[in-house]
């Protein structure tokens, strides 16, 4: 199992900054077991979206999703995700940490003949011709997702690859696809059932941000030949130790609490800082994780809260040089979370070739002690300026242990919404751009919306002086 240390967190460390933790948590410990009971117990309710609680299990999902991975193994040269927000950023995590580094510009052998893997997640025109310039699209597999089918990013992107697929290979250009999409309704489903696509589903009752161990991340992981199977047996093992009410016993009520605990306090910007560069994506999907899940105006009694616990994303041990000095010495409103691998993949010794320097410390070493030294001396000089953090210890980097982190970070979030009693799994900020950015596009029956936004801009500039 991966572990969680609180150590700096408690006042005995930290001094007031801190926590009495144990009082913490015998305090809190009826309120975080009934919401432990009431999330298992609400799992399997339509529109609880707890359904992603239940992915581990889904034997079928994952039979079907090696059976496609193997009929088509050997026929692709690349993988190309189109997708945005969740639908993209748990696959692209979960692949960067897995596969070798730099797997992308390895040659096929060193790929295990498996296909490189590329992620278009944006609408930027110049990221968009440029990775088309480079894809030979005769032999990529297009996985599209978005379980609307009307998601602009997405289906642009899509709209723009067809056309180009058409035109290399006339009607054969739908074996290159594959879609992953509602059930039963939406115009990507509609548009798969009209030209014959492959089909996975996007389950109902779980969120893009909680939808990494669906089809939407376990079929692209599948085709570069990422273990499936391991990564279920991570979330399983993960889930039943998060099914104990016990606070003391459940890593994800730990740090939930301990997260909420030190907002009341002042510390509401979480800062996610991995000691390893295949983690940095992993911070990219914790940052959509907390800031749609946390970031409400209202609470459910419909008291306005503006909650306001914030995510950033940083990488040790490249950003001690960039972002430490504020840690240590700005405004004491962050809580710090390192995660830190016990056992890399590989091992590089520094040569002792400067034996009589400054230098001479580092021969012999390796830099695998110096990236956990650094991971550590980083955690104590944060104690020294009282600053709280955690750490979370992966043993090694592989489907597994990766598993289980995501895994407990999903439970973790739906255990703090609860204790902010907001719900955690709807986005209704985000609405309100996609609306806006359908009228300006002109798509029909948003006229009104269109008027309405086009009024507003005229009237700041007028304000402005700049009509």
């Not at 144990?22 to 305090?27: S, T």
């Not at 297009?142 to 290399?168: C, H, P």
């Not at 940052?287 to 994303?313: C, H, M, Y």
Request: aromatic share 10%; proline share 3%.
């Amino acid at each position: 199992m991966i572990k969680f240390d609180y150590t700096n967190i408690c006042n005995t460390v930290i001094g007031e900054a801190g926590l009495d933790i144990n009082q913490c948590f015998n305090e809190y410990a009826p309120k975080v077991q009934e919401i432990i009971t009431k999330l298992n117990m609400s799992k399997d309710k339509p529109g609880s979206w707890l359904q992603w609680m239940n992915l581990g299990y889904n034997e079928e999902t994952v039979w079907y999703v090696k059976e496609f991975a193997a009929m088509v193994d050997g026929r692709f040269d690349n993988i190309l995700v189109l997708g945005i927000g969740g639908s993209a950023l748990g696959a692209q995590a979960m692949s960067e940490a897995l596969l070798k580094p730099y797997w992308n510009i390895l040659d096929k052998e060193k790929r295990d003949n498996f296909p490189r893997i590329f992620f278009l997640d944006n609408i930027d025109p110049d990221q968009i011709n440029s990775l088309l310039d480079i894809l030979d699209l005769r032999k990529t597999l297009v996985n599209v997702i978005t379980k609307s089918g009307s998601t602009a990013e997405t289906m642009s992107q899509f709209m723009i690859i067809k056309d180009r697929l058409y035109n290399l290979l006339g009607d054969d250009y739908r074996k290159n696809v594959v879609a992953t999409t509602d059930k039963q309704t939406g115009i990507l489903r509609q548009l798969s059932n009209e030209e014959g696509y492959k089909t996975f589903v996007v389950p109902d009752d779980v969120g893009g941000r909680f939808s990494v161990f669906s089809a939407v991340g376990l079929v692209p992981l599948a085709l570069v030949g990422i273990d499936i199977d391991e990564i279920i047996r991570g979330i399983k093992i993960m889930d039943l130790s998060l099914k104990n009410t016990d606070i003391y016993k459940n890593v994800a009520a730990q740090n939930a609490l301990i997260h909420y605990l030190m907002d009341k306090k002042g510390q509401y910007i979480s800062v996610m800082m991995p000691y390893s560069s295949r983690l940095r994506y992993f911070s990219d999907w914790y940052v959509q994780l907390w800031a749609e899940s946390l970031g409400k105006e209202f609470d459910r009694e419909g008291n306005k809260i503006n909650n306001r616990p914030t995510p950033i994303k940083a990488l040790g041990a490249t950003d001690q040089h960039s972002q430490i000095q504020l840690y240590n010495e700005g405004q004491n409103d962050k809580i710090i979370t390192f995660i830190r691998v016990d056992e890399f993949d590989t091992e590089i010794r520094i040569p002792n070739i400067f034996e009589y320097t400054g230098l001479n410390y580092l021969g012999d070493k390796t830099i695998n002690q110096l990236i956990n030294a650094e991971a550590d001396a980083t955690a104590v000089a944060l104690c020294d300026y009282k600053r709280p953090n955690v750490t979370i210890r992966l043993p090694k980097i592989n489907e597994y242990y990766l598993a289980q982190l995501f895994y407990m970070y999903e439970m973790q979030t739906a255990i703090i919404g609860e204790l902010y009693n907001i719900d955690a799994f709807n986005q209704p900020g985000v609405e309100q751009a996609k609306n806006y950015t359908y009228a300006l596009m002109g798509r029909m029956g948003y006229e009104e919306s269109a008027n309405e936004l086009q009024n507003k801009i005229q009237k700041n500039k007028e304000v402005l002086g700049l009509s």
